[in-house]
């Protein structure tokens, strides 16, 4: 018989497994976009699409180029279930990029501020970074401890890029 404790841990270690170097990536990609961007004087639904539309083409570049080199490394011809297994890689990317692109189009409902979305925007990546940070370090460590300074280093990458944007802004 399967102990049901032990086959929700497995789950939960594959889906961080599945998802984890995505949602680091996305969010650290958004971070440094929104690093790149400065101040804009776009209004938040052009931000919120020069976000989403950068990260989509830097994913759909790695998706490629990730296809090729394999094909290259394994002399065989790519096709379909190649390209599917490359989307299925890229969607945690997407996904942990859509809360802080939606968080800056936010702004145009008039709710709060463009300054107000895009600081939110950061706040949401660099939380991605602390949780997914802290259940990196869980599943690594099998400790509580070790897994908050995960969380802590992986947060603090995110922590720093949005302390240089305001540095240099």
């Given at each position: 018989?399967?102990?049901?404790?032990?086959?929700?841990?497995?789950?939960?270690?594959?889906?961080?497994?599945?998802?984890?170097?995505?949602?680091?990536?996305?969010?650290?990609?958004?971070?440094?976009?929104?690093?790149?961007?400065?101040?804009?004087?776009?209004?938040?639904?052009q931000t919120a699409g020069?976000?989403?539309?950068?990260?989509?083409?830097?994913?759909?570049?790695?998706?490629?180029?990730?296809?090729?080199?394999?094909?290259?490394?394994?002399?065989?011809?790519?096709?379909?279930?190649?390209?599917?297994?490359?989307?299925?890689?890229?969607?945690?990317?997407?996904?942990?990029?859509?809360?802080?692109?939606?968080?800056?189009?936010?702004?145009?409902?008039?709710?709060?501020?463009?300054?107000?979305?895009?600081?939110?925007?950061?706040?949401?990546?660099?939380?991605?970074?602390?949780?997914?940070?802290?259940?990196?370090?869980?599943?690594?460590?099998?400790?509580?401890?070790?897994?908050?300074?995960?969380?802590a280093f992986t947060g603090?990458?995110?922590?720093?890029?949005?302390?240089?944007?305001?540095?240099?802004?």
């Amino acid at each position: 018989m399967t102990d049901p404790t032990a086959t929700k841990i497995g789950a939960r270690i594959a889906r961080i497994e599945h998802n984890a170097h995505g949602v680091i990536y996305g969010s650290i990609t958004v971070l440094a976009l929104l690093l790149a961007m400065g101040h804009s004087h776009d209004g938040p639904i052009q931000t919120a699409g020069i976000l989403f539309g950068s990260i989509f083409a830097i994913v759909l570049a790695e998706t490629f180029a990730k296809i090729s080199s394999d094909a290259v490394a394994s002399r065989r011809v790519f096709g379909w279930a190649e390209v599917r297994l490359g989307w299925q890689h890229s969607r945690p990317t997407l996904i942990a990029a859509n809360v802080p692109t939606l968080l800056v189009a936010g702004a145009a409902t008039g709710i709060y501020g463009f300054d107000v979305g895009v600081g939110l925007a950061e706040v949401a990546a660099i939380a991605m970074l602390f949780v997914y940070g802290y259940s990196i370090g869980l599943v690594i460590y099998q400790r509580v401890v070790p897994g908050l300074l995960h969380a802590a280093f992986t947060g603090g990458i995110g922590s720093a890029l949005a302390a240089v944007k305001y540095l240099l802004h």
